[in-house]
């Protein structure tokens, strides 16, 4: 018996032996050597290896020949594998050599492309550069002839066109350079020409004026001596000629007159063919000068430079007048020096008034009102009255105003146009603070969470509120030394930002919001952006009041309107969702392809139609996502609650009204029970969905009630409870109460006219069909009690 254990324990033990890892093999030989058997043990531990040793040598024998038919394939491989390798050295070799003269000539063909591209941008770059040239050369010859009125031309299309197409290059700003010189060389031209032709008018004015008594006096006498004949032929041909040759001269030398005697006097009196014709005045003048000068300041635009030399002679005039008035006595008198002002002062009005209304620079402006601010300051500090020139200061405020809003309407648009209508990513707390500097955002939420995180509105609303302030600025600095009042200053700056508002950014908003390709997210960005704009209203009214020193509370302080005009552009906005949202739905109902004869269906229960499937998931989706429901990525901005439960009660009811036009369509002219069952499972689709809460906040079957007039409808007409709706027609507890007499009976009729005509055509069955008789009956009956509750309510 112990022997059998023995041999047992010793089996375990080898078997133990076989299966454990050899690192764990120690306790067990310790267990065989802690008994008295180890020699027994080792005798079968033998036998065992033995028999492992047979079963190995078997596996050998049995694969060795496998392994001498593997060793024998290999060698044979070798074999090939050598000649392959020969093979491919061989191809490589011709490859290479080949490849050579392959390399050299794409070498050379990508010379000749690199060659080809330069051929083609040098010449790309002359076909800007020649008319550059071609056009500086007309502008020498021009100048050359004295053409200073083409040559203006030529330098305008040069500067705004041939040399911006041209390039940067180095004869490009040498001719940049030079045509403001050129520009003022032919001002200074023409005006000394003026200034010549002037003089020589003052020293001949006395042949002038004898040749215009000649001509009266002739005049008389011819009267008297004739019968009257029309002024015309003597005098009048006369004025009208000189004016006639001038633009005749203009025209010929393309708008510049030229004179060869630009003394302003001609010679006449060789060309006299009648010497009881008496010359003119305006045929001893040559007026060339004059329209020449008209010409080219007509042309040139107005500088600060000239503002300030016309300021500075006139100041220069009344400084000697003043001090000529001071330190003489009997030269001038005061009286004579104030009439003198008072003349000088409405004709500068009335110039400043013609000249400033041309300008469209807001820039250009405000130089302008700042040097006329410092000339009026001048002549007040020696005693000349200026008030008249502050209030045409005040007059072109309106005019700094509207070009101020035009400038900032441009600016609106291309941030308006800039905008990705995202939420702005900030992964920084540098780009935070950057953003909140930028704009007044409050929303300690937001300041707790991590980086990165998003702002909620778009890039548009910093830049936005960043432009009104500069704006703001822009109309302080004009309101600033014209003696006004802070009260003043401050109303000023008020009503041209609420113009800025109502107006301007209005117009730029409704532009985006109306704009083509403009989606769901864009629009529901705007919403956010204008949220987060109208709460910033009152961060303007305080920095006007800051830079103003006004407090917003003052009595009679006008207020900004911006909260208007936000809300107002965030309901177009809302409006527009609304709109697109259901044109989105549109698109879905015209895939709807009902089949108005189908049969009532069998025992299995019927499935949604595929388009009704497809309409629901995109709605799901849509709300999903701008609604931020849980397990939504945030990726688009949130849509508002209130607009949320607006948008999806009116996707809803627009689904419904839809659904019930398709049933009532006139073109529809029958239907049957089968098609009736099929659109009420379309209906449950659709009230799955409005149960299913896709948006927040509606109170209990809120969303229901959208589909609430086809159910009832539907109902009526699978159940057949017609019993019901004609014997509560009428109470407010009525069960069909939203299904009009109207609907019931125009769905009866389609419903009937396919029964009507089935019983025509079986019509000699038909007097054996007890049921048939009985349901056509209660039609007729149904149809005519319908017809009976509209006449009552007609009545």
């Not at 024998?72 to 594998?81: D, M, S």
């Not at 005049?219 to 009208?240: F, H, T, W, Y």
């Not at 042309?299 to 600060?304: A, D």
């Not at 949604?608 to 609604?627: E, G, N, W």
Request: with cysteine.
């Amino acid at each position: 018996m112990a022997s059998v254990e023995t041999a047992a324990e010793h089996e375990r033990i080898l078997r133990e032996i076989e299966s454990t890892d050899t690192n764990c093999i120690g306790p067990t030989l310790r267990s065989v050597y802690d008994g008295q058997e180890h020699g027994l043990f080792m005798e079968k531990l033998d036998a065992r290896i033995r028999n492992h040793d047979r079963e190995i040598e078997k596996m050998c024998n049995h694969h060795f020949q496998g392994f001498v038919d593997s060793i024998t394939e290999l060698l044979k491989v070798r074999g090939e594998a050598q000649k392959l390798k020969s093979q491919v050295t061989d191809t490589n070799r011709r490859l290479q050599d080949d490849g050579k003269d392959l390399i050299s000539s794409m070498e050379e063909l990508k010379q000749c492309r690199v060659q080809q591209r330069n051929i083609a941008t040098t010449i790309d770059k002359l076909t800007h550069c020649l008319p550059v040239l071609e056009m500086y050369s007309r502008l020498q010859e021009q100048m050359k002839a004295k053409r200073y009125y083409p040559a203006l031309r030529t330098l305008e299309q040069l500067e705004q066109t041939c040399l911006p197409r041209a390039g940067h290059y180095r004869f490009c700003s040498i001719m940049a350079e030079n045509i403001p010189k050129l520009r003022t060389h032919i001002r200074d031209t023409a005006m000394t020409q003026l200034r010549d032709f002037l003089e020589s008018i003052r020293k001949h004015s006395d042949k002038i004026g004898e040749a215009a008594i000649k001509q009266a006096q002739l005049q008389r006498s011819l009267d008297s001596s004739v019968s009257p004949q029309p002024r015309a032929l003597i005098g009048r041909r006369s004025r009208k000629e000189p004016g006639a040759r001038a633009r005749t001269e203009i025209d010929e030398h393309g708008g510049s007159p030229v004179s060869e005697q630009d003394s302003g006097i001609l010679d006449v009196e060789d060309d006299e063919e009648d010497e009881d014709e008496v010359p003119g005045a305006q045929d001893l003048v040559d007026f060339s000068p004059v329209y020449r000068c008209l010409h080219i300041y007509t042309v040139l635009h107005e500088t600060l430079e000239g503002y300030r030399r016309y300021f500075n002679q006139i100041v220069g005039f009344f400084v000697v007048e003043d001090h000529v008035l001071h330190t003489t006595q009997g030269l001038v008198n005061r009286a004579y020096v104030e009439e003198l002002w008072e003349l000088a002062l409405s004709k500068i009005v009335a110039a400043l008034r013609t000249h400033s209304s041309y300008c469209d620079d807001p820039d250009l402006v405000l130089d302008l009102k700042n040097l006329i601010v410092l000339f009026a300051d001048t002549l007040q500090g020696y005693g000349f009255p200026v008030s008249q020139l502050f209030d045409m200061l005040l007059e072109m405020r309106e005019q700094y105003g509207e070009i101020l809003l035009k400038r900032w309407n441009i600016t609106f648009r291309q941030v308006l146009d800039q905008d990705n209508f995202s939420p702005i990513p900030v992964s920084t707390e540098q780009e935070y603070r950057h953003y909140t500097s930028q704009f007044p955002l409050q929303d300690p939420e937001l300041d707790k969470l991590p980086f990165p995180k998003k702002l909620p509105f778009s890039e548009f609303v910093p830049k936005v509120y960043c432009q009104l302030k500069e704006f703001i600025y822009a109309c302080l600095k004009y309101s600033e030394d014209l003696h006004l009042s802070s009260t003043e200053v401050d109303d000023m700056i008020r009503k041209s930002t609420n113009l800025l508002l109502t107006r301007t950014l209005s117009n730029c908003l409704q532009y985006g919001i109306k704009k083509k390709n403009v989606g769901l997210a864009e629009l529901v960005q705007v919403i956010i952006n204008t949220t987060h704009l109208e709460q910033s209203c009152h961060f303007l009214e305080e920095f006007i009041s800051n830079i103003t020193n006004v407090p917003p509370d003052t009595v009679n302080a006008t207020k900004l309107y911006g909260t208007s005009t936000f809300k107002d552009a965030r309901h177009a906005a809302e409006a527009e969702i609304y709109t697109s949202l259901n044109a989105k739905i549109d698109q879905f109902l015209q895939l709807a392809d009902y089949d108005w004869m189908a049969a009532v269906p069998g025992s299995g229960s019927p499935t949604a139609s595929d388009y009704l499937v497809d309409l629901i998931a995109f709605l799901k989706s849509t709300f999903s996502v701008f609604t931020n429901l849980p397990g939504t990525p945030v990726e688009h901005a949130t849509l508002p609650g209130k607009v949320a439960q607006t948008a999806c009660m009116s996707a809803c009811k627009h689904i419904s009204t839809s659904l019930m036009q398709l049933l009532l369509d006139p073109e529809v002219r029958q239907i049957s029970m089968g098609a009736l069952h099929q659109l009420n499972t379309d209906v449950k689709e659709c009230e799955s969905f409005a149960r299913a809460g896709p948006v927040a906040g509606f109170q209990g079957d809120t969303l229901l009630l959208a589909f609430s007039d086809l159910r009832q409808l539907l109902e009526l007409f699978t159940q057949w409870d017609w019993s019901t709706y004609l014997a509560d027609y009428g109470k407010p507890t009525c069960k069909y109460l939203r299904v009009s007499p109207h609907t019931a009976l125009a769905l009866l009729e389609k419903l009937f006219k396919p029964m009507k005509e089935t019983s025509r055509k079986n019509n000699v069955f038909a007097q054996f069909r007890k049921t048939d008789r009985d349901r056509q009956k209660l039609i007729d009956t149904i149809i005519k009690q319908l017809r009976n509750l509209i006449a009552q309510h007609h009545t």
